[in-house]
């Protein structure tokens, strides 16, 4: 599963550049936009994992849940970032996550650009081009890095207080638009935490499964255990996750 994964995404990643500067967008809200590059790229991975796996589940962004006779489930976004690629914005990934009886036991995150390739499987260490990482070190949430995004829906639970607050108490901040992506860069150090609101599964299966096995830790933002299918995520080093969880739960 783990090389169909990798093929998959980074047959997918080939896609998304060919279409990349001249695709053509449509909004599906109010602020979220998707092309034929997200629905190409999808018919891609799907099909690969049909021939491959053709009794798996597969919940992917932009179809319906494909129900299999199998105990797996794959969890695809084809194009995480799409509003960053409509506008050639360099930071999009293909997210691939396997699930199997309730748990994340595989993860896929590729980055096309930088042909960077992330992946993690259970009991197994998270990898950036085949070379371990890890999260940082670091200790204290005003000397931390975070990472964080907004939701399409701007009208209700916005993340406007939670940002304010942690852009005065962290050491920085910033938005990239990528929570495959920002997960990503939690497990390799590049950020010592991230959070957002409303996100869909697809968005943080594979990512959530990378950050853990690189030695983070993964849980709603009021500290409860994470579940892919609820929508809010904290992910952190784990040295600062207590302090984030106690910030959370302090109205802002």
């Known amino acids: 599963m783990r090389n169909i994964a990798i093929l998959a995404a980074k047959e997918a990643g080939k896609i998304l550049l060919s279409y990349l500067g001249s695709v053509d967008k449509d909004l599906k809200s109010e602020r979220e936009f998707v092309t034929i590059a997200d629905k190409d790229a999808e018919k891609k991975i799907v099909g690969i994992i049909k021939r491959n796996f053709p009794d798996h589940s597969i919940l992917a962004e932009e179809s319906s849940l494909?129900?299999?006779?199998?105990?797996?489930?794959?969890?695809?976004?084809?194009?995480?970032?799409?509003?960053?690629?409509?506008?050639?914005?360099?930071?999009?990934?293909?997210?691939?996550?396997?699930?199997?009886?309730?748990?994340?036991i595989l993860g896929v995150v590729y980055d096309p650009i930088r042909e960077e390739l992330f992946e993690a499987e259970k009991d197994k260490k998270s990898r950036l081009n085949g070379r371990q990482i890890y999260v940082t070190q670091t200790k204290e949430l005003k000397k931390s890095r975070l990472l964080t995004g907004f939701p399409y829906n701007m009208k209700k639970d916005n993340n406007l207080d939670y940002f304010m607050r942690l852009a005065v108490d962290a050491l920085e901040l910033r938005v990239d638009g990528s929570a495959a992506l920002d997960l990503c860069y939690v497990a390799c150090g590049r950020a010592d935490g991230y959070w957002e609101l409303k996100l869909k599964p697809w968005d943080t299966a594979a990512g959530k499964i990378i950050v853990e096995c690189a030695g983070g830790s993964v849980s709603q933002i009021n500290g409860e255990r994470f579940d892919p299918y609820r929508p809010n995520l904290l992910a952190t080093n784990g040295k600062i996750h207590k302090e984030m969880v106690s910030m959370f739960n302090v109205r802002c």
């Open 66 to 104: 494909e129900e299999g006779s199998s105990n797996y489930k794959w969890i695809i976004d084809p194009l995480d970032g799409t509003n960053n690629y409509v506008y050639s914005y360099p930071f999009f990934s293909v997210s691939i996550a396997v699930e199997k009886d309730s748990e994340i």
